[in-house]
């Protein structure tokens, strides 16, 4: 898959979660997803800094 098609559906993965992750913050769903969420984005984001860091960019 091209890089640019892999993060523009990243992009809209990322929006939908974030809108989840609001909802639980507000107590309109368990809390916990809003937990899972956040392990995933953090996860998400260190794994995107080491593919960067490996591909050579600065």
Excluded: D, N
Aim: net charge positive; proline share 2%; glycine share 6%.
């Amino acid at each position: 898959m091209e890089r640019k098609t892999f993060y523009r559906i990243l992009l809209a993965i990322v929006v939908i979660l974030t809108i989840i992750y609001t909802l639980g913050i507000m107590g309109l769903i368990s809390f916990r997803w809003s937990y899972y969420i956040t392990l995933f984005m953090i996860v998400l984001f260190i794994y995107l800094r080491l593919e960067k860091r490996l591909r050579g960019e600065p």
